[in-house]
C-alpha cells in the first residue's frame, strides 16, 4: 500500500497494542497505560507511526513516562519524564547537563533502522527538537531515498 499506508498501519497497531495492555493491565515498557496516554498518543501521530512530508518521516518518541509527562506542570521535570536515556534523565534532574546535543543521534539512529531495512540502504536521520535543547520531546527526521514517494 506504500509509505502513506505503512505510517498510518504502524500508528493503528500501536494503539492496538496500548488498548490492550490498558485493557489487560499490562505494562508499556515500564509504564502503565491509561485513557489518558492512549489520547495523547493518538492526538500526536508523529508517536509510534510518524508524519511524511516530502521524503522526510518526523518521528516522536513516546515518553518513558508518559503519566507523569502529563501531568508535570515544571517543564524541566517534564523534559525529565520524556527522556529515555538514563544518562540524559540524570542531568535533566540535576539541572547540571554537560552531555552535547549530538549524544541522542543514538536515538535518530533507532528510529531509522526500520526504515533502512525497508529501503535496503542507510539513511540520514537527524533530531531536530530535543530535550538537551529545552524542548519538551525529541523529534527526529528520518530522510528517505527519492524513490521511497514516488
Known sequence: ????????????????ELEKLRDEGGLYFTQPVTDEVIDFVAQHPEIGQGVREGN???????PYMTID????ADERLKRYYYCHCPWVKESLKSGKSGIPTWFCNCSAAFHKKPWEVIFMQPLHAEIVESVLQGDLWCRIAIHLPERAVK
Open 69 to 72: 509527562y502529563l501531568a508535570a
Open 56 to 62: 522526510t518521516v518526523f518521528e516522536v518518541k513516546i
Open 1 to 16: 500500500g506504500g509509505i502513506d499506508a505503512y505510517i498510518a498501519r504502524r500508528g493503528q497497531d500501536l494503539i492496538a
